[in-house]
């Protein structure tokens, strides 16, 4: 267990400087966008209100009110989220190859260590957990920061109301924040375990190098085959179970693949894998 | 005739003459021998910094045991000194911890050195072992000289004026500054 | 006692270990001897769990390898295994976080018969410098067994000295050691042991010091007649 927490710590050590330089471009991009978004909104409409000689209320009524969907829909807002997933999709990969790499292979290190091995797994899994739970964390400390600035900024009659519970019909976010809570562990829970099948998935590669690529797409499909089976039996036979009924088979669905992966990834860790 | 085996002993003792011309010659030889020794690339230091090479063909343990006792010979390791731990031993010399054991223990079933209990083990008193040592490497240079000068065709005779002629310059040599 | 029994290993096609056997004993040091790429590395990887083999045993104290194991058995692969921005005080902190047999003391001894600093950083370390931290992280472990890969592999002559003072000395002392090199002349003197391989498999396994008084050859002597016929 401590050596469990110790990997942890390592780990999230690793990744530290380039974890600051997200969440700081983050920040740095939606606040912009956010004063960038008022105030362009706000110069716009002023403009053609000059421009056009008409009220407030007339121009409301053609061009419509500040959206704020035209902030979460800008670029300022996404492309930081969308540039954070894609670093995290590549992390999860190079968490594990990065102690192949290079002169002095870490991996050495890591397999020497008077500890089970299975807890290189689970700190790597751990740490991508919670990098994932930092970020979106973050992101939700944003938001209300975000939503004052434009609000500030844009003068009242121009402005809608804006509720958080209106972040779900917005795409990104409404997948990073269920409103439910079971959505919200199935969401997460799914995160997990799709870190945990590729994991394993690359440890097939480790210990087998060529062999192991054909291996690990063949585990991958599996699993996602395993943890297909109720909802594509729920279509073959529609209502024919109950919703308790199927939620209890996949949950013994994803405990089966979720399982599995660990397993498998013990196994390969303490008599397959390859320096 | 020579019935006992300690007759036959004494009889090949008179009659060796290694050991006759040994005491003839006591003197030179020891310079010869000396400078044999400094031929052989035997480095000598004080006791407290021991050093030398290796050849890597003898057992290291008997060329550490040579090393000993050319030290005992040579009047470097008084009788009765204290000898550095078979660690410190290793540690000097640069070799193996276990043949620096290896070696004190065959030291010590030649009697050469003494460990009395707990403490440090010493250098024998003993003077017979140390004269046995002394002539051991005497014997040991004096092999090598008859070898050397065998394939010479000069008599012994001869030779051995040669020796006394250069002892003596040399000692002559060391005595003349005074 | 490490014992290796009939280790067979492949690389795809090629049989890099075909049967190796050998035994290296507590307070003695063994030298694994052979030409590159006949499977000195690749055993000592196998010892160490960190390849598969294909068949046989390896059994560390009668043993196979666990978890507790590494704090018996160490391994000092020829480069250091360390990340290269972390300063050597790191890794000396990660080993003493991970290891409840670091010997902090031993490892500040090390520190300055080495000459070190700890504020270096380990991508800056000469090569010199870079193998004595290898030994410094390997030798500050109270283990039973230390595992050398080619410690003096590229590395100019005052360091080799100075590594090879290492085996002379207390840190070495009661420990059993199985090392690997090439520059047999630098340590000939020192081993216990000798186990000539070729070809993945051993040749010859002897102690050096009963051939040089039974027969009055050096390891490099027996090297010969047995490598060149």
């Not at chain 1, 997990?192 to 998935?201: E, P, R």
């Not at chain 2, 193996?96 to 010493?122: D, H, V, W």
């Not at chain 3, 890099?16 to 056997?21: A, I, K, Q, R």
């Amino acid at each position: 267990m401590k050596s469990f927490l110790k990997l942890v710590n390592f780990e999230l050590n690793r990744f530290f400087k380039l974890y600051f330089i997200l969440m700081g471009l983050t920040i740095v991009s939606q606040i912009v966008g956010a004063f960038i978004v008022a105030i362009v909104y706000m110069n716009d409409a002023e403009r053609i209100i000059y421009e056009r000689q008409i009220s407030s209320s007339q121009y409301i009524e053609e061009y419509g009110v500040f959206s704020f969907f035209n902030y979460f829909n800008s670029g300022w807002f996404l492309m930081p989220i969308i540039f954070c997933i894609a670093l995290l999709i590549l992390y999860v990969f190079f968490i594990w190859y990065r102690d192949w790499l290079g002169k002095n292979t870490f991996i050495y290190r890591l397999l020497m260590l008077p500890a089970n091995r299975v807890n290189i797994y689970f700190a790597k899994l751990t740490t991508i957990m919670m990098l994932v739970f930092g970020l979106v964390g973050l992101q939700l400390l944003m938001l209300p920061v975000e939503v004052k600035i434009i609000k500030s900024l844009v003068s009242e009659d121009f402005q809608t109301s804006f509720s958080f519970n209106e972040i779900h019909h917005l795409p990104i976010l409404s997948w990073l924040y269920p409103v439910r809570f079971t959505e919200f562990v199935m969401m997460y829970g799914i995160g997990l375990i799709l870190v945990a099948v590729i994991f394993t998935a690359i440890l097939f590669e480790r210990s087998y190098r060529l062999k192991g690529i054909f291996f690990a797409i063949v585990y991958g499909i599996l699993s996602f085959c395993v943890f297909m089976v109720p909802l594509l039996l729920n279509s073959f036979y529609t209502n024919y179970f109950y919703p308790n009924e199927l939620l209890v088979l996949q949950l013994v669905a994803t405990i089966i693949v979720l399982g599995s992966a660990i397993w498998i990834a013990n196994h390969l860790l303490k008599h397959k894998i390859r320096v | 005739m020579l019935d006992t085996a300690g007759e036959l002993y004494e009889y090949k003792k008179e009659n060796d003459y290694r050991l006759l011309f040994f005491k003839k010659y006591k003197a030179s030889l020891c310079v010869l021998c000396i400078k044999l020794l400094i031929h052989r690339n035997v480095i000598f230091r004080e006791v407290s910094k021991l050093d030398m090479k290796f050849n890597n063909r003898d057992p290291v343990y008997v060329q550490v045991i040579r090393y000993f006792k050319e030290q005992i010979a040579k009047g470097f390791f008084e009788p009765g000194q204290e000898i550095p731990s078979r660690r410190e031993l290793a540690s000097q010399l640069k070799i193996n911890p276990n043949t620096a054991q290896r070696a004190y223990k065959e030291m010590e079933e030649q009697k050469l050195i003494f460990t009395k209990g707990n403490m440090p083990s010493c250098i024998t008193r003993d003077e017979e072992i140390l004269k046995g040592v002394r002539e051991e490497l005497i014997i040991e240079t004096v092999d090598i000289f008859l070898s050397s000068i065998k394939s010479i065709n000069m008599p012994l005779s001869e030779v051995l004026e040669i020796v006394k002629k250069k002892h003596d310059a040399e000692s002559k040599g060391t005595e003349e500054p005074k | 006692m490490i014992e290796v029994k009939n280790v067979k290993k492949k690389y795809g096609k090629k049989q890099v270990l075909s049967g190796l056997s050998f035994t290296a004993d507590k307070g003695e040091i063994t030298c694994l001897i052979g030409i590159n790429g006949v499977g000195k590395t690749t055993i000592m990887k196998a010892i160490m769990a960190l390849i598969p083999i294909n068949s046989g045993e390896i059994l560390i104290d009668g043993e196979k390898i666990r978890k507790e194991s590494f704090e018996k058995v160490t391994f000092i692969p020829d480069s250091l295994a360390m990340l290269p921005k972390m300063r050597i005080r790191d890794a000396i902190e990660f080993m003493a976080d991970f290891y409840k047999n670091w010997n902090p003391k031993r490892a500040e001894e090390l520190m300055q018969f080495f000459k070190l600093d700890t504020t270096d950083r380990i991508a800056d370390l000469s090569k010199g410098n870079m193998a004595k931290v290898n030994l410094l992280l390997g030798l500050a472990l109270d283990v039973d067994y230390l595992l050398m890969d080619e410690p003096f592999s590229g590395i100019d002559i005052f360091s080799r000295e100075q590594i090879a003072e290492v085996f002379t000395s207390h840190l070495i002392e009661d420990r059993g050691v199985i090392i690997t090199t090439h520059e047999i002349n630098d340590i000939e003197h020192l081993i216990d042991k000798a186990v000539l391989i070729d070809n993945g498999a051993v040749i010859k396994e002897f102690r050096v010091e009963e051939v040089r008084e039974q027969e009055g050859k050096s390891v490099i002597d027996i090297m010969r007649e047995v490598y060149l016929g």
